[in-house]
């Protein structure tokens, strides 16, 4: 039997990128996937095929989840089509990278609506809803480590993120959910590579360990383990995941 078959997992924003690497690995696992997306439902649809082909079951739900009654309706939606919730990966977000005194209200309001209050109240929804024994991991960003131009509000947003990932684990603890933050570093995606030159590139490559630029591979591997039973001790905490990223 495969390790996460009976369970049933949200994934946010899995339409491409890492999340969709997270999605197909947690259904080649045995879970049941919830595809959330926003916009994309044709890359959304692709993920279901693409899992069903592989003899997996899977769903695509739109929600935007900066508006609360959306990311309850995916909880809804997702119960309703599979009987529960065991996992959530918060993975969807925004990033707008500008300098300070270019940053609008709008640039603000988006990245803090998605990343900060998506996940907050996806949190939420996973402790009415989700069973005993559940995983939640939010995803934060190994820029929080480094003092990048440009970066500062997307930054703000997911230092939000790691503190609600401590604040919250005694308070899953009682229903014996565990809830841990993953932090990549560069990662070959489509959101990482827009706006970028190819010299800004290989200067990231260079700073970590192994001199390349993270896949989404990387990531999934590490949410394998933080959403198995092996993971039942460790709660609270932040993976930064990028190859030594400095």
């Given amino acids: 039997m495969k390790p996460l078959t009976g369970k049933v997992a949200i994934v946010t924003g899995a339409s491409r990128g890492i999340g969709k690497q997270i999605a197909l690995q947690l259904a080649d696992l045995g879970a049941c996937v919830t595809i959330n997306y926003a916009n994309s439902s044709k890359k959304a649809e692709e993920v279901v095929n693409e899992i069903k082909e592989k003899g997996g079951a899977a769903a695509a739900v739109q929600a935007n989840l900066s508006q609360v009654s959306e990311i309850e309706q995916l909880f809804h939606e997702t119960i309703e089509t599979f009987g529960k919730v065991d996992i959530l990966v918060n993975n969807a977000g925004v990033m707008i990278n500008k300098p300070l005194t270019e940053v609008t209200e709008e640039d603000y309001t988006n990245q803090f609506d998605v990343n900060v209050k998506g996940t907050l109240f996806a949190c939420q929804n996973a402790m009415k809803y989700m069973e005993q024994q559940g995983r939640i991991v939010n995803i934060s960003t190994s820029v929080n480590g480094q003092m990048f131009p440009a970066y500062s509000v997307y930054a703000g947003t997911k230092g939000a993120v790691e503190q609600f990932t401590r604040q919250l684990a005694k308070e899953f603890g009682s229903k014996h959910i565990t809830i841990n933050a993953v932090a990549p570093g560069p990662v070959n995606t489509e959101l990482f590579n827009v706006g970028k030159t190819e010299e800004q590139i290989e200067g990231m490559k260079k700073m970590n360990a ?33 190859g030594g990223f400095i």
Wanted: cysteine-free; glycine content about 10%; hydrophobic content about 40%.
């Fill in 210 to 242: 192994f001199g390349r630029i993270g896949e989404p591979e990387d990531i999934a591997n590490v949410i394998e383990f933080l959403v198995s039973d092996k993971s039942q001790w460790v709660t609270g905490q932040t993976l930064r995941v990028n």
